[in-house]
């Protein structure tokens, strides 16, 4: 049973562009979200999170949306640079019954071609 | 730099070896983490760690084991080894017991022949 799914394993968008990374969630228990970028040869490094409390956190060309009604997030990337080519991982965690575990979502490949 | 090391980078071993990687958290982190990435798969949380206490456990293998140090340091034990196991082993580092932001290692690679 996967709590946490990104169904598109892989996305390719023009610089410029905005980058629309998506992540879907079952455990009604999960009250915290987080987004991880990662390069090849290197581990996931933090990228933005959101509290269930908020529907939207902003850093800089990144957002995080959440839908708490469909179980949804979405990260936007606004604009999509070359480096950001990488892969997205969604987070999830229940802050006050689980223990600080994060469970994670397979990851989308991103692609921003020049 | 996460500021989270672990080693070795790369080590390689044959089937039914016994391998320990190693962790290091950040300096002040509690809480430490282990993942396996297999190929082009996604994060298995395996253990966390908490200031010394097996604080959660994920799809761990009877043959893995963890422990954390009372320095917090931590190291994962992978015995019996299949060619299956072969894959990237993250360790990263929190805060605190909470859903705290995790930072990971550079992960070690495991291949077994």
């Known amino acids: 049973d996967q709590q946490v799914k990104q169904n598109s394993p892989s996305l390719s968008v023009q610089e410029g562009r905005i980058s629309i990374l998506n992540c879907d969630y079952t455990?009604?228990?999960?009250?915290?979200f987080l987004w991880y970028k990662k390069y090849p040869a290197e581990g996931p490094t933090f990228l933005i999170s959101?509290?269930?409390?908020?529907d939207k956190n902003e850093d800089g060309r990144f957002t995080v949306f959440l839908n708490k009604s469909a179980k949804h997030l979405s990260l936007h990337i606004v604009p999509s640079q070359p480096g950001d080519s990488a892969v997205y991982f969604c987070?999830?965690?229940?802050?006050?019954?689980?223990?600080?575990?994060?469970?994670f979502g397979d990851g989308t490949t991103l692609t921003v071609k020049p | 730099d996460s500021g989270v090391t672990q080693t070795p980078k790369h080590l390689i071993t044959a089937t039914g070896q016994r391998v320990t990687l190693r962790c290091s958290p950040r300096?002040?982190?509690?809480?430490v983490y282990w993942y396996q990435q297999s190929l082009d798969q996604g994060l298995q949380f395996l253990i966390q760690?908490?200031?010394?206490?097996?604080?959660a456990k994920g799809n761990i293998l009877e043959r893995f084991s963890a422990q954390q140090f009372p320095d917090l340091h931590s190291e994962l034990n992978l015995s019996s080894l299949e060619l299956g196991d072969s894959a990237l082993y993250f360790c990263?580092?929190?805060?605190?017991?909470?859903?705290?932001?995790?930072?990971f290692g550079p992960g070690t690679r495991l291949t077994v022949l």
């Open positions: 990263a580092s929190s805060g605190g017991g909470r859903a705290d932001t995790q930072y």
């Open positions: 455990n009604s228990m999960f009250d915290y």
């Open positions: 959101i509290s269930s409390i908020k």
């Open positions: 987070a999830a965690s229940a802050r006050y019954t689980n223990a600080g575990k994060s469970t």
């Open positions: 300096s002040g982190d509690l809480s």
């Open positions: 760690y908490y200031n010394g206490e097996e604080r």
